[in-house]
């Protein structure tokens, strides 16, 4: 091969060598072109992508913050709810314990087994526990007595079962055993689930309206029995100034021996019969004490002396020295006593000793009976039967006796004279220790000044007597006693006979020196207006008033009325001469 072929083969090869790897290179380029693009193309999607999915992030990321603060908001809110729900309920919870501690009613809380688990001051107080350990865990039942027991267990159950109890009235045992009234109400308290959890008992003491409740039955009981015994004691009084008045007669002038003790036995019970009238006026309504001002040292010693009759019974008086006066009717006063010692005497069959004590008290505080003020207290105490405490609240009521002798009057009339007298009495007794009954009244402000000087008696009374009463036989009784005391007597029915036979009497130039009226005249003038009537004619009168309703106001105040002498029916001659001979006593 010439050079030139070489050379041109080999710059032919060299062509081809380049040719070739144009040709590669070309179609290298070409698909690393396409690559590109597709590769520019992916870039640019994946950059869109990006785009978008940053996009995404950056929304998603504030929606996340957003909903983060959110979150963060309410659970700020939520802390200080909860904060502010805490103090309330610490609030709350410190309010209910001292609504608790404040209430003037016991509140005491209970399980379903009725265990204490907590009770306020006032419940303390009501049931008288010392301290709170001695009450927690214990039943409420434990201040329930027997007789009690079954309707407070009811009343439990009832509660438990949801019903809410209001005002149940139980009498319960204080912790040292002294028994109070209750008014009770309850309620079931529940979970919030709805299971019971616990029973709230509310209680209030209501022994002082209790004891103001029977108080005022025992006083509209006696009111009502006053009616009646009014009545009948105004008639048996007039009966029994008949049958004195002639038993006084006969006794005056009869000789004969035997004849006088059947008279004597008759008077004697005539004056019985006469006291009992008088327990039954004591009730009468109206009724009115004849009181004044005096000591009562001689009503006391009266009494003692009483007690003491008995042959196996000592009667002890004991006195303070300076002991107040009272306001008071010493006819009245002595029945109480006597009334009182008769019982303590009657309860110590087998004998023993009755104490009579008075002394002083001041009441600063007042009691549910009695206003602050002096008193004199009077105890008197036996150391005899006494008194069941079923029978307690009924010794007081008329008729009650369980004694088979006794009328059952004695206590109703002390209470009902002691009641006249602003006073009170009680009884505190035991059964086979004693009783004490304590009669407190109230003491006058100023000394006692001595009894009312009494006239004297001038032998008997001379001179016309004009007599006034509805009752023939009083009438017929008073002629014949005033006759028989030297008098001439004129007696007529009603007060306008009085007035007249007064006038006719006057103008005939001789005048009554006295006039005996009937109080009350059925039908009739009576007495008070007989009595003004007359002192129109003449302002000098002296007119005695009497009356069958021997506790009737006038007769107390018959000053007041008119009247320079009082006579209540029934009286025994003495009694009339004492009265004439005071009045005419009395003229200049
Ligand atoms: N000191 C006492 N000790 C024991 N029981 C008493 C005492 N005082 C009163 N009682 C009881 O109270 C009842 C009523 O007494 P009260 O004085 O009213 O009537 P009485 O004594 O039975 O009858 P009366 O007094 O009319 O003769 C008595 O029957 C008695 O049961
Ligand atoms: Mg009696």
Known sequence: MSPPDDLLEAALEERDYYRAVAEQVGRKVLSD????????????????????????????????????????????????????????????????????????????????SSAI??????????????AVEDAIGRSIFQWVPPGEQEKAALSFQRVLSGEILKGLELELTRHDGESFWASVNASLARRADGEPRFVIIVSTDI????????????????????????GIAHDFNNLLTAILGNIGLGLEFCSDDDLSQCLADAERASLRARDLTQQ??????????????????????????FGSMGANVRCELQVADDLWS?????????????????????????????????????????TLLLPPGRYVRIRVSDSGVGIPSENLQRIFDPYFTTKSNGSGLGLAVA???????????????????????????????????????????????????LVVDDDPAVREVLVRLLTALGSTVVAVADGEAGVREYQEARKLGEPFALAIVDLTIPGGMGGREAVERIRAIDPEVKAVVSSGY???????????????????????????????????????
Do not use: W
């Open 280 to 305: 039954l006026l004591t009730f009468s309504r109206g009724g009115s004490p004849v009181k004044r001002r005096l000591s009562p040292l001689k009503v006391l010693a009266e009494a003692a002396q």
């Open 207 to 230: 022994t002082a309206r209790k004891r103001a409740e029977a108080e005022r039955l025992r006083s509209q009981k006696l009111e009502s029995l006053g009616v009646l015994a009014g």
């Open 33 to 112: 072109f396409s690559d590109l693009s597709r590769l520019i193309t992916t870039l640019k999607r994946t950059e869109t992508l990006l785009r978008s999915s940053g996009d995404e992030l950056e929304r998603k990321v504030e929606e996340r913050t957003h909903a983060v603060m959110h979150a963060n908001a309410e659970l700020r809110a939520e802390v200080i709810e909860r904060a502010r729900a805490e103090s309330s309920a610490r609030e709350s919870e410190e309010m209910y314990r001292l609504l608790a501690e404040t209430s003037p009613d016991s509140i005491t809380v209970v399980d379903l």
């Open 117 to 130: 688990i907590m009770l306020n001051q006032q419940a303390l107080h009501l049931y008288g526990i010392p």
């Open 415 to 465: 209470y009902s004279v002691v009641k006249s007298h602003f006073g009170s009495l009680e009884v505190d007794s035991q059964v086979e220790r004693g009783s004490t009954f304590t009669l407190l009244l109230p003491a006058c402000a100023m000394k006692v000044s001595s009894a009312p000087a009494r006239a004297r008696i001038h032998g008997s009374p001379t001179g016309k007597v």
């Open 550 to 588: 021997s506790n009737d106001p006038v007769l107390a105040e018959y000053r007041a009325h008119g009247f320079c002498g009082v006579l209540p029916k029934p009286y025994k001659v003495s009694d009339l001469r004492r009265v004439l001979g005071e009045v005419l006593g009395e003229r200049p």
């Open 326 to 366: 009272v306001e008071a009717d010493e006819g009245q006063l002595a029945q109480v006593l006597n009334n009182l010692v008769i019982n303590a005497v009657q309860a110590m069959p087998e004998g023993g000793r009755v104490g009579i004590v008075a002394d002083n008290r001041l009441l600063s505080e007042g």
